[in-house]
């Protein structure tokens, strides 16, 4: 069965850093392209970033350009993101996401986690 | 970026009458080298991560009830519940993996008449 476990959400002050981690299991997690994808309270989807098996094709969505990192150790199963400079806008349930093999669509995601920015 | 639109925001329709939700691209997302609609459908319900229903614009995913199903090419696209269930109230989104940015469309909240 296919399992994608996201940890490390919480309350962080406008400015913090804090690190997502999704552990993936039940699937050969090193030959799967993996995304972040997040909502904020109430509101719709918005796709984060997405980094194919080997980190050779990594893209974010503008909004967290230049402040979020995502990467992966695929001898851990884990995908993370690394979330830096981060501001109340950034409030949301992070939702870690597996394409389906070989296409650029998400099938099966985690039950999230919430990352709240406020002082 | 491909804007993705949906309408309406939100619909209720009585059991076992057909529910349409419409989702319009920005840009076509037809890639013209495999004739392939860049386009998904998700259901999402209160308190769970979404769900994948459609993809390629009208391919089912495994396991999704055949009385959903999706249509539409370039543009505008459609997601079509035949006889709408109880357990279909839900949010649905359109996402276009065209290129990224991928994004979503609004929304379309479901609930029952």
């Known amino acids: 069965e296919v399992q994608l476990v996201e940890s490390g959400g919480g309350l962080v002050k406008p400015g913090g850093s804090l690190r997502l981690s999704c552990e993936a299991s039940?699937?050969?997690?090193?030959?799967?392209?993996m995304n972040w994808v997040r909502q904020a309270p109430g509101k719709g989807l918005e796709w984060v970033s997405v980094i194919s098996s080997g980190s050779t094709y990594i893209h974010y969505a503008d909004s967290v350009k230049g402040r979020f990192t995502i990467s992966r150790d695929n001898a851990k199963n884990s995908l993370y993101l690394q979330m830096n400079s981060l501001r109340a806008e950034d409030t949301a349930v992070y939702y870690c996401a597996r394409d389906r093999s070989g296409d650029d669509i998400p099938d099966y995601w985690g039950q999230g986690t919430l990352v709240t920015v406020s002082s | 970026d491909i804007v993705m639109t949906q309408s309406p925001d939100s619909l209720a329709v009585s059991l076992g009458e057909r529910a349409t939700i419409n989702c319009k691209s920005s840009?076509?997302?037809?890639?013209?080298?495999?004739?392939?609609?860049?386009l998904a459908w998700y259901q999402q319900k209160p308190g769970q991560p979404p769900k994948l229903l459609i993809y390629w614009a009208s391919t089912r995913e495994s396991g999704v009830p055949d009385r959903f199903s999706g249509s539409g090419s370039g543009t505008d696209f459609t997601l079509t519940i035949s006889s709408l269930q109880a357990e279909d109230v839900a949010t649905y989104y359109c996402q276009q993996y065209y290129n990224t940015p991928y994004t979503f469309g609004q929304g379309t909240k479901l609930e029952i008449k």
């Open positions: 840009q076509s997302v037809l890639y013209n080298s495999n004739n392939k609609n860049y």
């Open positions: 039940g699937f050969t997690f090193s030959t799967y392209t």
